[in-house]
């Protein structure tokens, strides 16, 4: 079992970067396969990129992969979320989650594990 912790959220303008942190605070992280999603009020979850195990492999939602860069160290217990180019619509409550299995990269069902979320506010 391993518990996630998000981190790096915040309030950033158009046109800014941030970088989201995950960290497995109990459990290693090198024995998951890991995600980012993100929920905007009121949608439905959605995903933004998957990493293998090793990190040799990373999948994207098509709209994401421009400007979003999923990346992990597993020396550090750490999964990364790098956000460039911020728009408005980025707005939303972004995920970390986990999984031992090899389910749909973008499912929400192929994830058994999940952090409590960060908020990204990005402004006009």
């Known amino acids: 079992q391993v518990q996630l912790v998000e981190s790096g959220g915040g309030l950033v303008e158009a046109g800014g970067s941030l970088r989201l942190s995950c960290a497995a605070s109990?459990?290693?992280?090198?024995?998951?396969?890991m995600a980012w999603f993100r929920q905007a009020p009121g949608l439905e979850r959605k995903w933004i990129a998957t990493i293998s195990k090793s990190g040799g492999n990373t999948y994207y939602a098509d709209s994401m992969k421009d400007r979003f860069t999923i990346s992990r160290e597993n020396a550090k217990n750490t999964a990364y979320l790098q956000m460039n180019i911020l728009r408005p619509e980025d707005t939303a409550v972004y995920y970390c989650?986990?999984?031992?299995?090899?389910?749909?990269?973008?499912?929400?069902?192929?994830?058994?594990?999940w952090g409590q979320g960060t908020q990204v506010t990005v402004s006009a």
């Open positions: 989650a986990a999984t031992l299995g090899y389910g749909l990269h973008g499912s929400v069902r192929s994830y058994d594990y």
């Open positions: 109990e459990g290693t992280l090198s024995d998951y396969r």
